[in-house]
């Protein structure tokens, strides 16, 4: 796997992408299944539930922006508008700056999943690897269903050489979001690397 290729399935992995802020202002009114849910992690488990069950690609990718956006709010006007002011230091190529800003929204937020996915996301940017990888371990600790941290996960461990583990990791991801795509094609690359490395 090119470095190229590496780093763009982690950004990817880890980011909100493009597509859910305008799936947000598309359908504002959440689906009705869970509309009437009051807290976050009761329509997180419903999502869930119904991310592992989807097989359309499509729906599944919406049903995965709507996680992302219930992971970004932290409950929190601060933070939140902390996280914002880190993305916009990130943009600006302000990566130290930005890291100050996450390293204060974990402090005042310590299970805020979206603070430790950040700066993980954050340090594998900046060549952080190992760190990158600390903070992965910590989002996994609060949310261990979260796709995006087990994503950048399984790509770290297949870069330094691990298969093995990194397809353990893309089955845990399958495990969650079944219908993702890339997760199935990097499985089955490992899949087949590992058998023909063992005839």
Known sequence: M????????????????????????A?????????????SKQRLDALFMDLKKERDE?????????????????????????MQSADKAITDDKKPVALDILDQVIALAPNYVEGW??????HFQMGNYRKSMSDIYRVLAIEPRHFGAIAGMAT???????????MRAWQQFLDVYP????????????AEKLAGSRT
């Open 117 to 122: 996915n950040r700066r993980a996301t954050l």
């Open 58 to 82: 499509n729906e599944a990718r919406e049903l995965a922006d709507r996680i992302r956006l219930e992971w970004q709010d932290s409950g929190s006007a601060t933070v939140n508008l902390l």
């Open 2 to 25: 090119s470095a190229m290729r590496f780093f763009l399935t982690l950004i990817l992995a880890l980011t909100v992408p493009a597509t859910a802020a305008l799936s947000q202002a």
């Open 179 to 190: 219908s993702d795509r890339k997760a199935q094609e990097q499985f089955g690359e490992l």
């Open 156 to 166: 770290m461990l297949e870069a330094a050489g691990k298969n093995e583990l990194a």
């Open 27 to 39: 359908n504002p009114a959440p689906q009705p299944e869970t509309a009437s849910l009051a807290t």
